[in-house]
């Protein structure tokens, strides 16, 4: 949604049904985002039990498109584009030649040669400009994120909610799949997809009608338990997934293999930014390696903390944060990959003291099937 | 809903006064800008605490705050039951979730604080910005 004149962060296009039910507003990327609505533990309690509306209008799309729009896909994401089927999605990273992320991203195979790839707020510039500088091969480019408002229904009660406004036989839509769909009388996106942990949809639609969409999604879940989730409870639900966030997990100093996603590095699909700096890495080792971990004092850890291993200085919380569902203190940590072991303990400094915690096997929670 | 008996600090602490002892907690405006408040670290009794220096932390979810102490003195008690029960910061944060007791080294301190006037005054300024 294009934001009004004048300085100050965006605002998506549900800006102000978000201040009219009082939600706590803060800056996100560049966003002036609702970060809580009722409180983050009753909204992340929601989303594991029931189901949540979020408004994650503020992420960004970009298309690209024509007969080179494959080949360029190759060379510049991590993932393998030709294993796409038309309405298939790929959690995938736009790469740095040094082996670590521009970005992490989603690639949709919307047709033949036709992909839309939704990218964090904060990074849609930054990678717009990165791809269009390594575009050699003059596939069709475009940054369409104004014209995408973007809800997310996540929850164990979101296809039985999204069933209610919606004609398209949802189980027919597997996880990772999509199709263009009718949702409350509105054409758009509709995908399996989400950052939760949670079975859930992302629905991606023209501005104008976000205030209908929202509401009618409301509406059809009030008897459901669904509620209005800020990016606070996104967050900590994401923490408990295990899933990397830009900019703590991933940034430009870490390789897709040290943040644990080797399983998004197809080395065998061909030539692509960055292969050939992880495969020197896969040959000569890992500098850090990401690892899960839970606090066994109390204590919470939190980003920047520093963590202590065999008595040295030796790594660095990247997200830290109480697991509402869990209900314990979790975090992820960069360690020498010599210490990356479950089970084994490291220390994590909060305010100048030595608290212990214990490595544990990601994710921390996954969804009962 | 500021208590009158109270004084307040722009840090959004709170000091009941009676006699020679202090009784501090955070404010209610306080509470609702951290959010769901989990965890609390708080001296012992016997520790030091100095005016306008941070005494404790309280953690929400998303947020570690310091709390800093409205006057100088010696922690004469600390509210144990915050400990296991941090949620209290939330639900009663004028009354049960108090912070600690403080013997006070300088009552006349305690005139420089605000009123609960001037402190809303104050929040409602901060809010319109």
Redesign the interface.
Known sequence: MPTPAGVGPKRTALHAVHKAVGA?MTEFGGWDMP??YA????EHLAVRTSAGLFDVSHMGEITVRGPEALPFLQSITSNDVSRLSIHQAQYSALMYPEGSAVDDCVVHRMGEDDYFICVNAANTDKDFDWLTKHNSLGAELKNVSSQYSQLALQGPRAAAILSKVTGVDLAAIRTYWFRPADCCGVNGILARTGYTGEDGFEFYFSPEHSEHVWNALLEAGKDGGLQPVGL?AR??LRLEAGYALYGHELDENTTLLEANLGWICKLDKGEFLGRAALLKQREEGLRKKLVGFEMAE???A?DGYPVWVDGEKAGYVTSG??A?FLKKNIGLAYVPPAAAQPGHEIMIEI?QRKVRARQVILPFYRRPK | MYPEEFQYTKDHEWIRVDGETGTIGITDHAQKEL??I??V?LPKSGDAVTAAETFG?V????A?SEIYSPVTGEVTAVNGKLQDHPELLNTDPHAAAWLIRVKLSDPGEVQKLMSAEEYEAYIQEAESH
């Open positions: 706590r970060i809580e409180g983050i533990t009753q606070g967050n900590t109390p204590g919470i939190r944060s109480p509402p305010r | 959010g769901d989990v965890y670290e932390t953690e929400s979810v998303k570690v």
